[in-house]
């Protein structure tokens, strides 16, 4: 599956989640609308096998003092005069 940008749905006046699915059988993929309380789809709308959910990764950026590498490095000592 290609990975793309999520859509946004509202549904009642709430953002619902977009998850993937691929079925283990005949490999269709396939993307569900659906709200956090909702349970997990189990089955193939192709061919009634099972599926599973489809985990992609996530871009995160971090800004500021603190994440790198060389913030936490410790500095290297002075000769006092």
């Given at each position: 599956m290609a990975k793309?940008?999520?859509e946004i749905v509202e549904?009642?006046?709430r953002i619902v989640p977009t998850y993937q699915y691929a079925c283990t059988?005949?490999?269709?993929?396939?993307?569900a609308f659906q709200t956090f309380s909702?349970?997990?789809?189990?089955e193939c709308p192709v061919c009634k096998g099972e599926?599973?959910?489809?985990?992609?990764?996530?871009?995160?950026?971090f800004k500021g003092p603190g994440f790198y590498k060389t913030d936490?490095?410790?500095?290297?000592?002075?000769p006092s005069e």
């Open positions: 793309r940008e999520p549904e009642k006046g059988a005949c490999d269709h993929a396939f993307e909702e349970s997990p789809l189990t599926i599973r959910k489809v985990y992609s990764t996530v871009g995160v950026v936490s490095v410790a500095k290297p000592a002075t």
